[in-house]
């Protein structure tokens, strides 16, 4: 084989590539797609899931080839015994309520840290405080917070300038909590509002966005001054991929862009780029951050490296009924 000698001009042009760590799956997410994979080998297909287990899309299409069957409603899902499984952002009271009321078998996937801040919710309820909860109006997550508890216990505030409308019943028994995937930031200031208002207010005993959301922020914060542009590999439904978007921008790097794949990376505007950040939202997994990585460098001579600045060695448990095939698999 004769290989053709290139010329200067036809040299691709070198691109340093910062990889953000930690990226990509959380123990939450990794522990939701576990339960629905160990349910469809331990039970067969189809499985049921309501909502998508995780916010990404080659996750819930991998997982529907498999047999899972995405449905938003219990009601959808015909009286076969199939097991059904819950997402992992967590729901209302009422749906597995409902399933006990039809005799359905299901696995809870919801994330222990969403989990978490369940139970804040209902011991600040439980001690007569009126509560607060940041998030964002309609994200699965805050639906299923608030649908802990009566309506009307918990009030959404979205801005700093919800803060400033909001009326309380009594200032001095207000209690506050948040969606465990918001911008470190902007829930800073959001709290920091809602104290300067109301002094009296409780908090939670430890922050309620979660350790991975945290992580890749400041991940980002790190990387985003020192490159040109920023991919950040995720489903525009998830909230956590979305913020790590805008924690880029803010902090410096102006071309940002989401991808859910390498094909939808906007060439056109990465023109001249000398130097480029990579991450991933936490329900997105390593193998699509691999074929960015590989687009690039079959455009560019690419030198990679990896900008560490937090370890992970988080896991949580699964379900019982699903550890005897879990252990068997060595999972």
């Known amino acids: 084989m004769i290989r053709k000698h290139l010329t200067g001009m036809e040299k691709r042009p070198h691109l340093d590539i910062l990889l953000c760590a930690p990226r990509g799956f959380c123990a939450g997410v990794d522990r939701a797609i576990q339960i629905v994979e160990l349910a469809l080998e331990k039970y067969g297909a189809p499985v049921y899931v309501r909502h998508a287990i995780v916010h990404n899309k080659y996750v819930v299409d991998g997982l529907r080839d498999k047999g899972a069957i995405f449905v938003e409603e219990l009601d959808e899902i015909p009286d076969t015994g199939a097991p059904v499984v819950f997402s992992a952002h967590g729901v209302p009271k009422s749906v597995p309520a409902d399933a006990r009321t039809r005799n359905m078998f299901f696995l809870d996937a919801t994330c222990p840290l969403v989990s978490k801040v369940h139970v804040e919710a209902q011991r600040h309820f439980a001690e007569g405080h009126e509560i607060v909860l940041i998030g964002h109006k309609g994200h699965p997550e805050v639906v299923g917070t608030m649908g802990q508890l009566p309506v009307g216990a918990i009030t959404l505030i979205e801005t700093v300038a919800d803060v400033a409308t909001f009326t309380p019943r009594d200032a001095q028994t207000l209690a506050f909590v948040t969606q465990t995937t918001l911008s470190v930031d902007d829930t800073r200031e959001i709290v920091g509002a809602l104290q300067a208002r109301f002094p009296a207010i409780n908090g939670p005993h430890k922050e309620d966005i979660c350790y991975a959301t945290t992580n890749r922020q400041e991940a980002i914060k790190s990387v985003a001054p020192?490159?040109?542009?920023?991919?950040?590999?995720?489903?525009?439904?998830?909230?956590?991929?979305l913020r790590l978007v805008e924690v880029a921008e803010r902090a410096g790097c102006k071309v940002s862009m989401l991808v859910d794949r390498a094909s939808e990376i906007d060439w056109s505007r990465l023109e001249g780029i000398r130097t480029l950040g990579v991450s991933a939202g936490a329900s997105a997994p390593e193998k699509l951050v691999d074929?960015?990585?590989?687009?690039?460098?079959?455009?560019?001579?690419i030198k990679v490296e990896a900008r560490v600045t937090a370890r992970e060695n988080i896991a949580f448990n699964i379900p019982r009924e699903l550890r005897t095939i879990a252990a068997a698999a060595g999972q």
């Open 226 to 241: 020192e490159v040109d542009a920023m991919i950040v590999v995720g489903s525009s439904n998830s909230s956590n991929s």
């Open 291 to 301: 074929e960015v990585i590989e687009a690039f460098a079959a455009r560019y001579d």
